[in-house]
């Protein structure tokens, strides 16, 4: 168990410009989440999938933005034409639902974007 | 009205007091509540998660659970200055999608 891992850790964009983020969730968890959060806020919900599935999708998500999770394994985010608005940490998190432990979430470190 | 609001802050203690959290939530189906604990500039790291009404206990941490009144709290025993962090009340409901607050940022003075 290596933890939730996310890659890149920090990324800069000019606007404009695409970006595309992955997550590697803990490798039994068959739930992953897609959050925003910017300075002084909680987690924005964002996204989630089920295996491969993808449940739901915040009104937040506007059609810039896209979501994957092919074979239900990892998963990317990716903006496009991007906003200097979407300056913000994204965080994944997985989970196993139903699971020993409950549906308890774990993070990975998150993906800081800067939009100049 | 927000889906998880909690008291805001910033909570300022001394180091060895009890620091006490607060977190109401809005959907009374909501069957799971936790607790996460933010450094500045980290990921959330969970701590505490509670699913029945009542206490429980890890360490200095203690979570309790009222269903009836849509009240979660955490209480910090013993602060230490490397509590000094915002921590985060997360909800979730029968979908297992997790909702959170805004934070409460605690600090623990020497």
């Known amino acids: 168990d290596t933890g939730v891992s996310q890659d890149p850790r920090h990324k800069i964009t000019k606007r404009g410009q695409n970006v595309t983020f992955r997550c590697d969730p803990i490798?039994?968890?068959?739930?992953l989440y897609w959050y925003r959060q910017t300075l002084g806020q909680g987690p924005e919900f964002l996204t989630y999938f089920q295996n491969e599935a993808q449940l739901e999708k915040s009104r937040l998500l506007s059609d810039r933005f896209s979501a994957e999770r092919p074979k239900g394994s990892f998963s990317t985010l990716e903006i496009q034409r991007t906003e200097q608005g979407d300056s913000a940490m994204y965080l994944c998190?997985?989970?196993?639902?139903?699971?020993?432990?409950?549906?308890?979430?774990?993070f990975g470190q998150g993906t800081r974007l800067t939009v100049v | 009205q927000k889906e998880v609001e909690q008291n805001s802050g910033p909570l300022s203690v001394p180091e060895g007091a009890i620091a006490s959290l607060n977190c109401t939530y809005s959907?009374?189906?909501?069957?799971?509540f936790f607790w996460y604990r933010q450094y500045s500039g980290k990921s959330p790291e969970l701590i505490m998660s509670?699913?029945?009404?009542g206490d429980k206990e890890d360490g200095r941490f203690t979570a309790q659970l009222n269903k009836a009144s849509q009240y979660v709290s955490l209480l910090i025993r013993d602060s230490q200055p490397s509590d000094s962090a915002t921590y985060l009340c997360a909800v979730n409901g029968n979908d297992y999608k997790l909702s959170f607050g805004a934070g409460t940022t605690v600090t623990v003075r020497a």
């Open positions: 490798s039994e968890h068959n739930r």
């Open positions: 959907d009374r189906g909501s069957q799971s």
């Open positions: 998190a997985s989970s196993l639902v139903p699971g020993p432990r409950g549906p308890e979430a774990f």
């Open positions: 509670i699913y029945s009404n």
